[in-house]
C-alpha cells in the first residue's frame, strides 16, 4: 500500500520560510518522479513544483519560481519543499504526488493527504 505523508505545515508571517517534507512508503520511491501541488479555497488544485527520480531536473510553477526549492533525498524516500519569501497568496493546502517515470504538471500515480500552509499578511 502506497503513502504518502507531509509535513512541516503551518502558520507564517509573509516573507518567512516553511520546509515541506514528504515521507513515502509502499512504492520503490527512486523510480519515481515527485511533485508538489496546491489548493486554495475556492480555487482548483495547482502545479508547483517536480523534480526527476534523480533529483537532477526540476521544474517549477512561475508564480513560486526563484522562492521554492523541490529537493529529494532517496536513501530516506522522502521529497521536500523549502519554501521562502512566502506571500499570502501563498496560502493552500499543499500535497505531494507520486509520478512513475518522468517528471510532469499532470497525471501523478498517487497523492498524499495535504498539509495547510497559512501566510499572514
Known amino acids: 500500500q502506497v503513502q504518502l505523508v507531509e509535513s512541516g505545515g503551518g502558520l507564517v508571517q509573509a516573507g518567512g520560510s516553511l520546509r515541506l517534507s514528504c515521507a513515502a512508503s509502499?512504492?520503490?520511491?527512486?523510480?519515481?518522479?515527485m511533485g508538489w501541488f496546491r489548493q486554495a479555497p475556492g480555487r482548483e488544485r495547482e502545479f508547483v513544483a517536480a523534480?526527476?527520480?534523480?533529483?537532477?531536473?526540476?521544474d517549477y510553477a512561475d508564480s513560486v519560481k526563484g522562492r521554492f526549492t523541490i529537493s529529494r533525498d532517496n536513501a530516506k524516500n522522502t521529497v521536500y519543499l523549502q519554501m521562502n519569501s512566502l506571500k499570502p497568496e501563498d496560502t493552500a493546502v499543499y500535497y505531494c504526488?507520486?509520478?512513475?517515470?518522468?517528471?510532469?504538471?499532470?497525471?501523478?500515480?498517487?497523492w498524499g493527504q495535504g498539509t495547510q500552509v497559512t501566510v499572514s499578511s
Open positions: 504526488a507520486a509520478r512513475w517515470g518522468r517528471p510532469a504538471r499532470y497525471e501523478y500515480n498517487y
Open positions: 509502499g512504492l520503490t520511491f527512486s523510480n519515481y518522479a
Open positions: 523534480i526527476r527520480w534523480s533529483g537532477a531536473g526540476t
